[in-house]
């Protein structure tokens, strides 16, 4: 009996942990080509993430997923696949890495828009 409450807490412990970052969120990205504040605009239901991209490259569609406080998604540009990884460290903020097609490695951090 005292393994299933286990379970059931650590079970509630993790979904509690889960974020939501629906909304739209500005991001400030360091390349070694310069820097740039694109918009995300993200949908979440579960683990599945869908969006869109406004920057540089215009507008485009993103998909990827978030796992507990991991985030990862894809932005498709006629250019190339914009890949973004990071962590979700408030309910607000985030940071993480990207790659970009023809930059290569990127920084970035994002705060969620008010």
């Known amino acids: 009996m005292h393994l299933r409450t286990l379970i059931c807490f650590f079970m509630a412990c993790a979904m509690a942990l889960a974020a939501d970052v629906t909304g739209k969120w500005t991001f400030s990205v360091e390349t070694s080509a310069g ?9 979440q239901k579960g683990s599945l993430l869908t969006g869109t991209y406004q920057g540089a490259v215009g507008e485009a ?3 990827g997923t978030v796992e507990g406080d991991k985030i ?3 932005v498709t540009t006629g250019s190339g696949e914009l890949r973004y990884s990071g962590t979700i460290t408030g309910a607000a903020t985030m940071e993480g890495k990207a790659d970009y097609p023809e930059i290569g490695a990127a920084t970035w951090k994002a705060a969620k828009d008010k």
């Open 72 to 74: 990862e998604f894809v």
């Open 61 to 63: 569609p993103l998909k």
């Open 35 to 43: 820097s740039g504040t694109p918009s995300f605009t993200f949908v």
